[in-house]
């Protein structure tokens, strides 16, 4: 049995929370937030009688627990992992990682130091058809062209949740991180330069902070990337789901018609679902003609936001049960911490950031 403590109970700590309470093999040994409110709501939802703390430090503490599983804001993502490592604790933590790629580092230095286990929350990599659709990129040849976007049009409850994000990082290298992994692993190649762009479009924002932001990623084998990400009530729901990527041999392409419908874009639970992966190939015949029609694959499994994260979970168990060498998992981590944060440092200097 692994006892867990769960820090943070929004969208993602309520998920994970969830999904521990699902999973025989863990213990939940107390919910700590911010919120009264939130912790409140989220035992009672899970049948009551947890252990409630509103002091991150204290709970660990006292509860001791095997495992830690983080999904507070990034700012506090650095302290807790640290923290929790330091006292002999494996940890999941939802991305980013960290506000910042030093910080980034730091927790995997810690993980790496005391033998802990560290898993990052790329929800992506649990779901069958974004596996199929990277697996799907590998036949298209190279140089690869990605094109990616995720655009929410919040407003109520999701804009609030929004703006208290935005006061500590921007929505390019919040969710940037999950589409940059995923070129990372459509080309196997090492970034080496980055491009970004964004704009502020609401007053409500913290001084300096933006709620819109493009990255352009160009890779060491010739192929580049674009991802943009913007949050708010003013963003536009028109091409705002974009998923492809273009090889010599063709391309693939996410039609998602639930996640791209009209109002879908503040659907958290939408933004996973791929409905359909239609591939497209190049070769022409004698009169320039395609060779071949178009095919479209469909993964049959459809996983809804919360299984995502039982999934996840259970990555987490098994790497804990069962010593799983999680190398790989955390210097990828770090690689598409860097390349969100060179957008950024590209958007405020106006210059591209050779990696």
């Not at 409140?40 to 495992?67: I, M, Q, R, S, V």
């Not at 969710?175 to 992994?181: A, F, I, K, L």
Request: with cysteine.
């Amino acid at each position: 049995m692994t006892k867990i403590l769960c820090a943070g109970a929004g969208h993602m700590g309520r998920s994970h929370a969830l999904a521990y309470h699902n999973i025989p093999e863990f213990e939940i040994v107390g919910i700590c937030t911010r919120s009264a409110g939130s912790r409140e709501k989220l035992n009672e939802e899970l049948g009551g009688g947890y252990a409630l703390f509103d002091d991150y430090y204290k709970a660990l503490e006292e509860t001791k627990p095997d495992a830690v599983s983080i999904s507070t804001y990034p700012d506090t993502h650095a302290p807790y992992a640290i923290a929790a490592i330091e006292a002999g604790c494996d940890v999941f933590i939802e991305k980013p990682l960290a506000e910042t790629v030093e910080e980034a580092q730091s927790i995997v230095d810690a993980a790496k130091k005391h033998g802990r286990k560290l898993v990052i929350g790329y929800i992506l990599r649990h779901h069958p058809s974004w596996q199929k659709f990277i697996e799907m990129s590998h036949d298209l040849g190279k140089p690869l062209v990605m094109r990616m976007n995720l655009n929410q049009q919040s407003f109520g409850d999701n804009w609030e949740t929004h703006k208290n994000l935005m006061s500590s990082i921007s929505p390019i290298v919040d969710c940037g991180v999950h589409y940059v992994d995923v070129m990372c692993q459509m080309t196997r190649s090492k970034p080496i330069r980055v491009a970004g762009l964004g704009a502020r479009l609401s007053d409500e924002l913290p001084e300096g902070k933006i709620n819109y932001g493009h990255l352009q990623v160009t890779f060491e084998d010739g192929s580049v990337g674009w991802y943009e990400a913007g949050w708010g009530p003013m963003m536009s729901e028109t091409a705002f789901f974009v998923k492809d990527v273009v090889g010599p041999k063709g391309c693939v392409t996410i039609e998602a018609k639930e996640a791209a419908g009209e109002g879908a874009s503040a659907d958290v639970d939408a933004h996973t679902k791929t409905n359909t992966l239609r591939r497209h190939f190049s070769e022409l015949d004698e009169n320039n003609q395609f060779v071949k029609k178009d095919e479209w694959t469909e993964t049959g499994d459809e996983p809804d936001h919360d299984e995502l994260c039982h999934r996840e979970q259970a990555f987490f168990l098994d790497a804990i049960q069962n010593d799983v060498d999680l190398t790989d998992h955390m210097d990828d981590a770090i690689n598409s911490m860097k390349i969100v944060a060179a957008a950024d440092k590209s958007f405020r200097t106006g210059e591209i950031v050779q990696l």
